[in-house]
């Protein structure tokens, strides 16, 4: 049974809700990203049709995990075109095997065929290895942080 990447499709809406919380939980911070029901009702539908949104699925058992991004000018340079990662997510139980790295492979693929630019961010308590992106071409270019007020 292998690991297949896809398109994201509205039937993954209830899994996607569920590991977006998740996501939240891990990110752990005061506000939930994913407080407000009402607007990903609204939102993530319409994400998932016009976004990249790619999900990793384990042949006879169901999606493991997912990426996401989406496509757009730089804000200050509208001829520099961006794939701006937005969530790289592998369920814990699938953590350290081929899930992530398949997404990983494919987001930037989809980037290449269409982008200058493809930004990735990668969460303080992740434990993804810099190296998977520095191998790939990435280099670090800024930190961000967030003071919650």
């Not at 990249?52 to 997912?66: D, H, N, Q, R």
């Amino acid at each position: 049974m292998g690991i297949f990447i896809r398109r994201a499709e509205q039937s993954d809406y209830n899994w996607l809700v569920e590991q977006m919380s998740s996501f939240s939980d891990f990110f752990g911070s005061k506000k939930k990203l994913f407080g407000n029901m009402e607007h990903i009702k609204k939102t993530l539908p319409v994400f998932i049709d016009t976004h990249v949104f790619l999900i990793a699925e384990k042949s006879g058992l169901g999606p493991v995990g997912f990426i996401s991004g989406f496509i757009g000018p730089h804000p200050f340079n509208p001829d520099i075109e961006v794939l701006t990662e937005t969530f790289w997510w592998v369920t814990p139980e699938y953590r350290g095997g081929r899930a992530g790295i398949l997404l990983l492979n494919e987001f930037i693929e989809m980037g290449k065929e269409c982008c200058d630019w493809i930004v990735m961010s990668v969460e303080h308590n992740s434990p993804i290895n810099e190296d998977c992106l520095t191998k790939r071409g990435f280099s670090m270019k800024e930190r961000a942080y967030i003071m919650e007020v």
